[in-house]
């Protein structure tokens, strides 16, 4: 054997066998790929049910807070009348600033709407109850 025998030989034999190659088709990386967004999508909505779930219990108890009324005083300022057990706040919210304006002890009730209450006929004439526009102009002191 000279010295042609040796390159051919060489060249043609490698050290190691030959690794088979894993290239997935077309078809093994779409569904790996849709399998993978699918974790992904399930994972996300348990933990916005979890999210959900957790903040029911350590909530407040129902009905703590309730917004009875609102008015639009600019275009982005408003009066808020809200009731916190039996007292009720008069808020004044602005972007980035929410003010309390009145803390009322008693309740107003049907004023808010716009609708008068009804008075019985052998009731003394009392002055009715003031609106809810009336009082916003009295805290604001006008």
């Known amino acids: 054997m000279g010295v042609r025998g040796l390159a051919w030989a060489s060249a043609n034999a490698p050290f190691a066998a030959p690794v088979a190659s894993s290239v997935a088709g077309p ?4 569904v790996r790929v849709t399998v993978a967004m699918v974790l992904v999508l399930a994972a996300v909505l348990a933990a916005a ?64 709407a716009g609708v008068q209450p009804a008075v019985a006929a052998d009731a003394p004439d009392t002055a009715a109850r003031p609106s809810f526009k009336s009082l916003l102009l009295k805290s604001l002191g006008k």
Do not use: C, K, M, Y
């Open 49 to 112: 049910w979890l999210l959900r779930r957790l903040r029911s219990i350590s909530g407040s108890p129902a009905g703590a807070l309730e917004v009875l009324a609102q008015v639009s005083l600019g275009t982005r300022e408003r009066a808020v009348l809200i009731r916190i057990g039996d007292r009720q706040l008069l808020l004044g919210v602005a972007p980035g600033n929410v003010r309390t304006l009145h803390v009322l002890e008693t309740a107003v009730s049907g004023a808010l």
């Open 27 to 30: 078809a093994g990386g779409t």
